[in-house]
């Protein structure tokens, strides 16, 4: 049998949120979806899931998840499906925003604090652990807005003509970590915008 990962990426369920930067977690799963030819769909708990994909030519799977419990308790549905299919912890990676990073900024780690970032504080506490992996994208706030407001609010011109190749290289960093694991990616991708 093949290893089986899961890639859960935080955002807000809703039209109105679905442009903004807290959601580019979720864009990252939709891109995933597309390229592993599966779709998501509607799970046992507040939550949309994809059946299992290979990767890793067909040495591993992968799972997609996206929680609907609104971010900042995203941890309900990553503890459900966790259990359901029986992950471990170092198979697991959570895909989110960070505004402290810089935009385009990809940041992977394999454990840590939630860094003052609410879906990832959710899962820690439902999880009862900090030792999963997740992976930061940078989505700036260089003009120190209210962190509730930027969060919330849409990429500007030139971040929209930038994001589709920040969602790619994460999405690639992804698949990544699942094939190679966390070291890996951590020395591939841990990368600034710059570097894109």
Known sequence: MSDRYLIAGLGNPGKEYGSTRHNVGFMVIDHLAERLHVSLHAGKGEYRLSDPAP???????????????????????????????????????????DFQLPFGTLRIRAKGSDGGQKGLRSIIQHLGTNAFARLRLGIGNELNQNATHFV?????????????????????????????????????????????
Not at 65 to 88: C, D, H, I, W
Request: charged content about 20%; aromatic content about 10%; glycine content about 6%.
């Open 55 to 97: 990767i890793a030519n067909g040495t591993r799977e992968v799972v997609l998840l996206k929680p609907l419990t609104y971010m900042n308790n995203s941890g309900v549905a990553v503890r459900e499906v966790a259990q359901y299919f029986k992950f471990e912890l170092r198979h697991m990676l959570i895909i989110l925003d």
């Open 152 to 196: 919330l609010s849409h990429f500007s011109k030139a971040e929209r003509q930038a994001l589709p190749g920040l969602v790619e290289k994460a999405a690639d960093a992804a698949l990544d970590f699942c094939a190679h694991g966390a070291s890996y990616a951590m020395n591939h991708y841990n990368v600034k915008s710059g570097d894109l």
